[in-house]
């Protein structure tokens, strides 16, 4: 379950700008991570862009950027999608071989 993170600028975008931000970025997870079609949990905020500090020359990029995307992929096992049980608990992940 790849949890994903998204922090703009404050009126940097529009309401649909961030739909489309999201969708691409599921879209990615899909056709490049494999990751299942429904498999999409997102958390898009916005901070004063005062907040959003970052080198702007790391690793030898020119950079004014006013999005910061952090994916942060966990373990199944550590997962839980209702009911506060775990959805794929460590004895299930083993005998299905997962």
Known sequence: ???????????????????QIGDAIHRALIEV????????FQVITEVRP????????FMGFDRNDDIL??????PKENGSFGRGELSYPPAALSSNGL
């Open 69 to 74: 995307v952090n994916l942060v992929e966990m």
């Open 1 to 19: 379950m790849p949890l994903v993170h998204v922090t703009l600028a404050e009126g940097t975008t529009s309401q649909d700008r961030r739909a």
């Open 33 to 40: 991570a494999n990751a299942p079609e429904d498999d999409r």
């Open 50 to 57: 005062a907040n959003l500090v970052y080198s702007p020359d």
